[in-house]
């Protein structure tokens, strides 16, 4: 019985302490560090207006009025930009319910825009990676652009210096592509004109 608590201590002694170094100290200093040095982005990113919280900066909202620019269709369940339901539909391009959802996009795009030349961006129709992409590509604004100027009685010009102002360059410089931030753009809309 010794021999076998002799045994068992160092095992139980390394347990306790790795536990205490992976599961406490390792953790605490980590989020210490971010709220130190990232703490807009360790504390979600949250977008405040007039003193609310409206939303983050890192998650996708749905918007549907004319009014606003749409952000990418967001796949998780059980609800739109739902970020417990992270994830794509892993629908295939010849899933039938895939071509349905994507023509459903185009015809509610052309419909609400019916007069709009510009081919429509792949990012209107389609589901980010997570489903929960908060951007959406430069042509996706532009696109989007005669339609939300109409709706708001603004120039074209005025709208489009609002995209300019909220586009978001390229990580490091070089990765990924200059993108519109969708809550951002549209806050900023409503202050340059209140909803009626």
Aim: without cysteine.
């Amino acid at each position: 019985m010794t021999s076998t608590l002799k045994m068992l201590r160092p095992a139980l002694t390394g347990f306790v302490l790795l536990s205490a170094v992976t599961g406490l100290l390792y953790p605490a200093v980590v989020t210490g560090v971010a709220k130190t040095l990232f703490p807009f982005q360790a504390e979600g990113s949250l977008i405040e207006q007039d003193g609310k919280v409206v939303g983050s900066g890192l998650i996708g909202q749905s918007f549907s009025s004319p009014r606003y620019f749409w952000g990418r269709p967001s796949a998780t369940a059980p609800m739109a930009n739902n970020a417990t339901g992270s994830g794509g539909s892993n629908q295939g391009p010849l899933n039938s319910a895939l071509t349905d959802a994507v023509k459903a996009r185009l015809d509610a795009l052309k419909a609400a825009d019916p007069q709009n030349p510009l081919p429509v961006p792949v990012d209107l129709v389609s589901a980010s990676a997570s489903g929960l992409d908060p951007h959406i590509s430069m042509a996706a604004a532009r696109y989007q652009t005669a339609r939300v100027a109409r709706e708001r009685g603004l120039p074209v010009a005025a709208v489009e210096r609002l995209i300019q102002t909220n586009t978001e360059a390229r990580d490091l410089a070089v990765l990924g592509e200059p993108r519109v931030n969708v809550l951002k753009l549209n806050l900023a809309l409503d202050k340059a004109q209140p909803a009626h």
